[in-house]
Each structure stands twice: as C-alpha cells, then as structure tokens.
C-alpha cells in the first residue's frame, strides 16, 4: 500500500521561504505524477503545482515565479520551494501521488503560515 508524508510545514514571515517535502514510501515514485495542493480555511482547495512522470511542470498562476516543484527519485521525495511569501499562502499544503483510479494517495498536509 502507497503512502505519502508531507513535511517542512511552519510559521515564515512575509517574503520569507520554506521548502515542503513529501516522501512516498511502497510506490514506484518515478512512474506517479506528483502534485502539491493548498487548502485555507473556508477555500475550495487548490492546485499548486505539478510535475507529471516525465517532468513536466505546471502551475498555478498565483504562484508562478516564486515557486518550484522538484523531484529527487533516489529519495522518492517531491519538493515545493516556497519563495517570497506572501499572508494569501497561508494554507495546508497536502501532496497526492497520482498514477491511475486506484493508485492514487494523499498525504496528511502540513500547515505554512505566513505572518509577521
């Protein structure tokens, strides 16, 4: 059974950075798309961004240029670098590893506050 565990969630002033990661454990990582979510208090949750299994990445416009998803398949680890952060991303960050109807896993989310 595949799982996913995101972390490096916490509290960053405005403009700061923080870097989420999400290690997948009992799954082919490098065959999965790997996509980092964003869910705030009352919102629909979000897609952040994505890097599909050829390395393909999209994202969300309210993100572009600031951050960056990346993929170490040694580590079976996905990456969100966060830069310049502004208070509207605060939010839970969830990660889903995604393949096919049943290969399709979510992890917990960690919390990034932005806040001075």
């Known amino acids: 059974q595949g799982q996913v565990v995101e972390s490096g969630g916490g509290l960053v002033q405005p403009g700061g950075s923080l870097r989420l990661s999400c290690t997948a454990s009992g799954i082919l990582f490098s065959v999965y798309s790997m996509t980092w979510y964003r869910q705030a208090p009352g919102k629909q949750r979000e897609l952040v961004a994505i890097m599909e299994a050829g390395g393909t990445t999209r994202y969300a416009d309210s993100v572009k240029g600031r951050f960056t998803i990346s993929r170490d398949i040694a580590k079976n680890t996905a990456y969100l670098q966060m830069n310049n952060l502004k208070s509207e991303d605060t939010a839970v960050y969830l990660c889903?590893?995604?393949?096919?109807?049943?290969?399709?896993?979510w992890g917990q989310g960690t919390q990034v506050t932005v806040s001075s």
């Open positions: 889903n590893a995604f393949l096919a109807r049943n290969f399709d896993y």
